[in-house]
Each structure stands twice: as C-alpha cells, then as structure tokens.
C-alpha cells in the first residue's frame, strides 16, 4: 500500500522552522567593556555634549572598532545604532 503523501500546505507548513533564524546585531559581538563605552559615547552625542554629525561619529566609531578588530561593521549599521534609544 503506498504511503499518503501530506498536501503542499502540510509539506511547507511542516519546513517552517517555529522561530526565524536571525544574526546577531554586531553591538551583542563585543566585548562587555567595549560596549559599555560605545554606550556612553553614544549617550554623550545624543545628549548634544558631543558635537558633530551623526554620520561623523558614525565614521569614526567604524573606523575604530575595525582599528582594533573589534568588528567589521559598516557606516551604515553604525548610524541605525546611533538612532535607536
């Protein structure tokens, strides 16, 4: 006797896995004390003790976490974290 196949539906429902699989924010890679610093410098601009541009010290914290291997992340990734409260 031949085994019953699920439907299409069941088949992908069933491929589905319960949760996304999602990557990890490059913030969460480092270091404790690393973070905890890149915390306070973003709370210094936000609280307009660190003048400049968002785009400014986005460059230059990029530029110094790939400096000393900290992380490969782009400007890009660094102005969306800037933004976020």
Known sequence: MAEKRPSLADAIRAAV???PIRS???WHG???DALAELEAVKADWKAGR???SK???ARAVQAELSARGLSDVGIQG???WLGQD
């Open 50 to 52: 660190l003048p400049g």
């Open 30 to 32: 480092l270091p404790p």
């Open 24 to 26: 990890r924010a490059w």
């Open 17 to 19: 896995p319960p949760s």
């Open 78 to 80: 660094v102005k969306a």
């Open 55 to 57: 785009a400014a010290l």
